[in-house]
T-cell receptor
Framework: SQQGEEDPQALSIQEGENATMNCSYK?????LQWYRQNSGRGLVHLIL?????REKHSGRLRVTLDTSKKSSSLLITASRAADTASYFC??????????????FGRGTQLTVWP | DSGVTQTPKHLITATGQRVTLRCSPR?????VYWYQQSLDQGLQFLIQ???????AKGNILERFSAQQFPDLHSELNLSSLELGDSALYFC??????????????????FGEGSRLTVL
């Protein structure tokens, strides 16, 4: 399978704490994306980092990318109860017949307690 | 609201039956993707259409088929349903235009999904 994997599978923290989720992928990529999914709802795009970028910020989100290790991390700072959701990384292949294909990991379930 | 509309939201049917899931992409988007999300398999890419033509195929079973119509809406047909087909089926769309290529290199816009339960 060319899917990536998130780590941890589940994360439980208190409001105000930071949450860090990691992602590993297998193919050479054009970019890596993070999505959020509230229970039973559609996925919502959070942030995209290109293969030539190492770090990107968006509000309380910080994403890093290490192409040599084929890994990425998503940091959510000062978490809120409303951040409770599943978070998925998706790697986008950059070559071959799967060019443009997005491969999703299995997700990290984040629970933020008030 | 992503602008992608999927119907029906929920569907309960019996094994052996056939269902059709419908997706209306965002206004102006030419590419439509179908994904299946189940507990054991995660989010699996099924198929992609661009401007009416099939462009990429993933883990789609032969019992499943899809098409994209001239008005760009898409339908996913699932036949001879089995218990294991119970899942959330998502449609996503993208502009699909990057220097004329159908291969998107940006974000996907997902619908809210159709939850299929096969009894």
């Amino acid at each position: 399978s060319q899917q990536g994997e998130e780590d941890p599978q589940a994360l439980s923290i208190q409001e105000g704490e930071n949450a860090t989720m990691n992602c590993s992928y297998k193919t050479s990529i054009n970019n890596l994306q993070w999505y959020r999914q509230n229970s039973g709802r559609g996925l919502v795009h959070l942030i995209l980092i290109r293969s030539n970028e190492r770090e990107k910020h968006s509000g309380r989100l910080r994403v890093t990318l290490d192409t040599s290790k084929k890994s990425s991390s998503l940091l959510i700072t000062a978490s809120r109860a409303a951040d409770t959701a599943s978070y998925f990384c998706a790697s986008q292949a950059d070559r071959g017949s799967t060019l443009g294909r997005l491969y999703f990991g299995r997700g990290t379930q984040l629970t933020v307690w008030p | 609201d992503s602008g992608v509309t999927q119907t029906p939201k929920h569907l309960i049917t019996a094994t052996g039956q056939r269902v059709t899931l419908r997706c209306s992409p965002r206004s102006g988007d030419l590419s439509v993707y179908w994904y299946q999300q189940s507990l054991d398999q995660g989010l699996q890419f099924l198929i992609q259409y661009y401007n009416g033509e099939e462009r990429a195929k993933g883990n789609i079973l032969e019992r499943f088929s899809a098409q994209q119509f001239p008005d760009l809406h898409s339908e996913l047909n699932l036949s001879s349903l089995e218990l294991g087909d119970s899942a959330l089926y998502f449609c996503a769309s993208t502009p699909g235009i990057l220097a004329g290529a159908f291969r998107n290199t940006g974000e996907l816009f997902f619908g809210e999904g159709s939850r299929l339960t096969v009894l």
